[in-house]
């Protein structure tokens, strides 16, 4: 079955230091893939996607994801992260074009030290 | 602003009771989605609609039910079938499937 692997559940780091949280889709077709954030309470925001083309992609906010073929991966990257980036982070893929509905990881929480 | 309303925020809920959750949309969105989602399980897909007076189970539509009569409105029914109802409620829409989804707010349902 089509699935999205995130495989950390919970990340900390220093306020300032860089971030990336992994994100693993099936392997077969390449889905159109995508991340959000979540503060606590509230619903998901898009910070960026991929459809095809160039492999980095960048979003809001100062993320950017790399997509990689080979491993099958789309991880979200950040170069310094700032307090207010706590949040939980999923990754999403879309199966199938127009014919697929969104799948979603289980998410990863950020935490961020002073 | 254009954007998606779920109301309520919070709802509470007796056991062996209905309850209709709201969403609605200004996005001139053809689809629109429920999703439930509970700690450590990310977004679990109830019920979608593409199209008007169309829609569809998702992979946990047992106890829900929705329907679709106007293009901005996709209502939530959890039923007293659904055995653990508390959860968040978190709706979306899109142009159309296969593109990105843009969510509401969420309705956190507790049953009491």
């Known amino acids: 079955a089509q699935s999205v692997t995130q495989p950390d559940i919970h990340i900390t780091v220093s306020e300032g230091a860089s971030l990336e949280l992994r994100c693993n889709y099936s392997?077969?077709?390449?889905?159109?893939l995508f991340w959000y954030v979540q503060s606590p309470g509230q619903g998901l925001q898009l910070l960026l996607k991929?459809?095809?083309?160039?492999?980095l992609v960048q979003g809001i906010k100062g993320f950017e994801a790399e997509f990689k073929r080979s491993q099958s991966s789309f991880n979200l990257r950040k170069p310094s992260v700032h307090w207010s980036d706590a949040a939980e982070y999923f990754c999403a893929g879309v199966y199938g074009g127009s014919q697929g509905n969104l799948i979603f990881g289980k998410g990863t929480k950020l935490s961020v030290k002073p | 602003d254009g954007g998606i309303t779920q109301s309520p925020k919070y709802l509470f809920r007796k056991e062996g009771q209905n309850v209709t959750l709201s969403c609605e949309q200004n996005?001139?969105?053809?689809?629109m989605y429920w999703y439930r989602q509970d700690p450590g399980q990310g977004l679990r897909l109830i019920y979608y609609?593409?199209?008007?007076?169309?829609?569809q189970k998702g992979d946990i539509a047992e106890g829900y039910s929705v329907s679709r009569e106007k293009k901005e409105s996709f209502p939530l029914t959890v039923t007293s079938a659904q055995k653990n109802p508390t959860a968040f409620y978190l709706c979306?829409?899109?142009?159309?499937?296969?593109?990105?989804?843009?969510f509401g707010q969420g309705t956190r349902l507790t049953v009491v």
């Open positions: 979306a829409s899109s142009i159309g499937s296969g593109t990105e989804a843009f």
């Open positions: 991929y459809f095809s083309g160039d492999t």
């Open positions: 392997y077969g077709a390449t889905p159109y």
């Open positions: 996005l001139n969105h053809d689809a």
């Open positions: 609609s593409q199209i008007v007076n169309d829609f």
